[in-house]
């Protein structure tokens, strides 16, 4: 692990904690240890941890308590909790769980490795979102047309791109899209190759041959994937090529996102 992600185990079996501190502190993470609740809310106050280990069954205030305080603390409600439980029994797992908690080690069934691998999955996950934070306010602004004559996969993608902060329109077909290009210039056009009227082929060449348009990104998307829609689409400056069923609406977001950021627009 890199970055001195800081761990706080709050747990009061003296052996167990010392094995945890040893573990965690070779694998490059700063450690903190507590052995009881009430000493452990102090110090994750103090240091808020990038991820706590907690006990249930501890002096002064147990993990219930700890973990019902922390939700309750908007500076600690987001900080994620691995559990080390004495049972694991299905009563004790769905009330932590309830109480916001990410995973449980039972104590009977530990080892330092899996303790290891579910520190690690957790800090690599809230490094993601917190990447993934930092690109939607990125794309805040940011214009997508989407031009698609299904309404379903139109609807699909607007919500999609629209959680993730771009500024999205809709147009059901290639005469709409060319009308709408005309009041207001998007950064990306998502476009269908097979629509009544006005094919996506048809839009793509309209875009490509005014000076207005020149630097939108394209992706095409076609049905098939045919060889001959694939060569028409780079032959008329096409960015990219998708087949509709091959990718995953992440995908998609992934692909606009590196073309927008390719081009300066994020």
Not at 179 to 188: G, N, S, V
Not at 208 to 227: C, P, T
Not at 233 to 254: C, H, I, M, N, Y
Request: aromatic share 6%; glycine share 6%.
């Amino acid at each position: 692990m890199s970055d001195k992600k800081k761990i706080l185990i709050i747990e009061d079996e003296t052996i167990l904690g010392e094995l945890l501190m040893q573990r965690l502190g070779a694998e490059g993470c700063e450690t903190f240890w507590a052995v009881d609740g009430e000493t452990g809310m102090e110090k994750m106050r103090e240091v808020l941890p990038d991820l706590v280990l907690l006990d249930i069954v501890m002096p002064k205030k147990d993990g219930y308590e700890v973990l019902t305080e922390m939700r309750a603390d908007t500076a600690l409600k987001d900080i994620p909790v691995i559990v080390i439980s004495n049972s694991g029994q299905p009563v004790e797992i769905k009330r932590i769980v309830e109480l916001g908690v990410k995973d449980y080690i039972v104590k009977a069934q530990f080892s330092p490795d899996e303790v290891l691998e579910k520190v690690c999955k957790y800090l690599n996950r809230a490094k993601r979102n917190a990447k993934e934070k930092s690109a939607k306010k990125r794309s805040s602004g940011v214009k997508i047309l989407i031009v698609e004559d299904d309404p379903f996969l139109s609807s699909i993608a607007f919500v999609r791109l629209e959680q993730e902060g771009y500024k999205v329109s809709v147009a059901t077909d290639g005469e709409k899209a060319l009308a709408l290009l005309k009041k207001e210039i998007p950064d990306l056009i998502l476009l269908d190759i097979v629509m009544p009227g006005v094919s996506g082929f048809d839009v793509l060449k309209a875009v490509k041959a005014d000076e207005r348009y020149k630097d939108i990104s394209v992706i095409m998307f076609s049905n098939l994937g045919q060889e001959h829609e694939i060569e028409d689409s780079k032959k008329w400056g096409a960015d990219d090529f998708l087949v509709k069923a091959k990718f995953t609406p992440r995908e998609v977001l992934e692909k606009i996102r590196w073309l927008l950021e390719k081009k300066g627009r994020i």
